[in-house]
């Protein structure tokens, strides 16, 4: 396959030359672990003092990672990307909370989403977490099988109509609806509500995406699982593929409870295993959609490559490939550039409610050897090239 992510200055074509600087600093200081580290507790410190630190963090971090605090913040950048052919997934980032009135202003975040969605082509997707709609906790007590009592199940039937409610609004503007996965301790359930959703609303085409995380060694056999299924029940799979972002606690949870840990033994696996999928969802794509959640370069090639023996077109409405905002700018302009449809997770919401989000995103770009050091060398190729060295 033709090299095309190499190409720094399609991929940076959006950056000024002070935007490009600042992203080679930023990664500069998220390449250091202990930076990060000391920087994580001193922040989360910081927020909870409650000393004046927003400014700090949005000029930093937060504005490269994030939209903005609210949906219309984030309308520069989503006109600034689709112009070069790269779509928009608006996500409201904000984790951990536990109340319903949190809960159903979350929905509203999406419903309001889903409008503008409809509006506006540069936004195909809506998308939303499990938990930003329902306490963890309940997640996890169903998929141990046990029974909730009266209070809880009225909670859940609350939970339950989040989703329902956002997939029927997304059904009936023709926008699809990407739900994300978590810890696998309370994925089961999602699962079970997702399939449920796409029985009901992808009759005619996926609208309803789940997501698989291909580190899980038992997430291909659930594929082939679900696509058996819904050739019974004669409904449509849309699925995200991704690696999986909860390694570390998979981990450490399966050896502190003393189960099989559901993790691939090594990333070689997970890679292989991630493939496999791809593979498995092109060859199967007259009932499925696939969305392919990926920053890793060969793992695209692949699926390019796929798609041109198969002879699927570049922007065939079924594939699509994406990142997140702020990361590997080469692959999502680049595969703009040849046509493919591609889309960028812009986080959003208030500074200190998205900073687990972009504490996860420091800590990946420190811990996952390749990814910050790919950023740094492609920023300084582009910095070369504009003669900014
Ligand atoms: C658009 C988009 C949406 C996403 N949505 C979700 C989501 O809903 N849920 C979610 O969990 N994540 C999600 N992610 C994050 C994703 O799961 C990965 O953490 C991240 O993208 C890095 O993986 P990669 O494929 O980009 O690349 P790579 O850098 O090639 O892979 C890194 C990944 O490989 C796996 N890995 C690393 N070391 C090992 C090891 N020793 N053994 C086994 N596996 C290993 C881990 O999953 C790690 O994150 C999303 C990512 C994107 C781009």
């Not at 092109?282 to 370069?297: K, P, Y």
């Not at 208030?350 to 790919?374: C, F, H, W």
Request: charged share 30%; proline share 3%; aromatic share 10%.
């Amino acid at each position: 396959m033709n090299r095309i992510f190499d190409n720094t200055e399609i991929a940076f074509s959006l950056k000024s030359d002070s935007e490009l600087e600042r992203a080679y600093f930023l990664f500069k200081m998220i390449s250091i672990e202990p930076l990060v580290r000391i920087g994580t507790a001193a922040t989360n410190f910081a927020i909870k003092a409650h000393l004046p630190i927003e400014g700090l963090i949005r000029s930093t971090v937060f504005d490269h990672f994030c939209g903005g605090v609210n949906e219309e913040d984030c309308l520069p950048v989503i006109d600034k990307m689709y112009q070069k052919g790269v779509s928009s997934v608006l996500d409201y980032s904000v984790e951990a909370k536990e109340n319903e009135n949190e809960f159903d202003a979350a929905m509203e975040k999406v419903l309001k989403i889903i409008d503008f969605a409809k509006a506006l082509d540069a936004i195909p997707f809506a998308v939303f977490k499990p938990t930003g709609f329902g306490r963890f906790y309940l997640f996890e007590k169903l998929g141990r099988g046990e029974a909730l009592n009266a209070d809880e199940q009225e909670e859940w039937n609350n939970v339950v109509n989040r989703f329902d409610t956002v997939c029927k609004k997304g059904k009936e503007n023709d926008v699809a609806v990407l739900i994300d996965a978590e810890e696998s301790w309370m994925q089961d359930e999602t699962d079970n509500l997702v399939t449920a959703m796409m029985k009901k609303y992808n009759q005619e085409k996926p609208i309803v995406f789940n997501t698989l995380q291909m580190y899980r060694h038992d997430r291909l056999a659930f594929l082939k699982d679900q696509h058996n299924d819904a050739k019974v029940g004669k409904y449509h799979l849309g699925y995200k593929l991704v690696r999986g972002a909860y390694l570390e606690n998979e981990n450490e949870r399966a050896e502190e409870k003393g189960y099989k840990s559901p993790i691939c033994k090594n990333k070689a696996e997970t890679d292989a295993n991630f493939n496999a999928a791809v593979k498995y969802m092109l060859d199967n794509l007259d009932c499925m959609s696939l969305f392919a959640g990926t920053h890793n370069e060969e793992s695209s090639y692949l699926l390019m490559q796929l798609m041109n023996e198969k002879g699927i077109v570049n922007n065939d409405e079924r594939v699509w490939f994406g990142q997140l905002y702020g990361m590997s700018d080469h692959i999502s302009f680049n595969l703009a550039n040849k046509g493919y449809n591609v889309a960028k997770y812009i986080p959003f919401g208030p500074v200190k409610d998205v900073m687990p989000y972009l504490i996860r995103r420091a800590e990946e770009n420190t811990s996952i050897a390749g990814q910050t050091g790919r950023e740094l060398a492609l920023l300084s190729k582009e910095k070369k090239r504009r003669k900014l060295l």
